[in-house]
């Protein structure tokens, strides 16, 4: 492939209090139906259900993001457990408007916009001031993704648009 036009970029989710409150419910309910069942044999299977669930959807709870840019065109990539990849999104820069860091002054005059929000961030505070926005013309309505982009990927979008990507 080509060096000059691709880049790939991999950023761990940290897992937020939302994650850590639906994790201890999931268990706390288990511990409940599996000592019910103790008393009533019929809640046994619902309780081996239960467990089965917890341990199958466990693994979702860790995930990491991936942007890829080749030739103009950003892949969103969300890998769950370190095993389970699903293809989230894709942008071409040519339906960009705009692609700046998040406090960035370039960012004030889209601010009144309504679309759909996107979060392909770490949710680390620490990493909060590397985070770029993207102001996107999606399929039904303007699109708002934030993400996390290398040095590299900030510059070879820059090559591909250069008006339409501001940097730090």
């Known amino acids: 492939m080509n060096e000059g036009s691709y880049s790939e970029c991999v950023v761990a989710r940290r897992q937020t209090v939302k994650d850590y409150a639906i994790k201890g419910l999931l268990i706390a309910l288990a511990i409940s139906i599996t ?19 917890i ?24 890998i769950m457990g370190g095993n389970s990849r699903k293809h989230v999104k894709r942008v071409d ?25 996107i979060d392909f961030t770490s949710l680390d505070p620490e990493r909060e001031s590397k985070v770029y926005v993207i102001v996107n013309k999606g ?30």
């Open 35 to 53: 000592i019910a069942g103790l008393f009533l044999s019929v809640l046994l299977v619902l309780a081996a259900v239960a467990w089965y669930l």
């Open 55 to 78: 341990i199958t959807f466990w693994a979702r709870f860790q995930v990491v993001y991936e942007y890829v840019f080749v030739d103009g065109q950003i892949d969103f990539d969300k």
């Open 93 to 117: 820069m040519d339906t960009v408007t705009i692609v700046a860091p998040k406090n960035s002054h370039t960012l004030d005059g889209y601010k009144h916009l309504e679309g759909k929000a």
């Open 139 to 168: 399929d039904k309505d303007t699109e708002i993704i934030r993400f996390e982009p290398d040095e590299t990927m900030v510059a070879l979008m820059k090559k591909k648009a250069p008006r339409k990507v501001q940097e730090f």
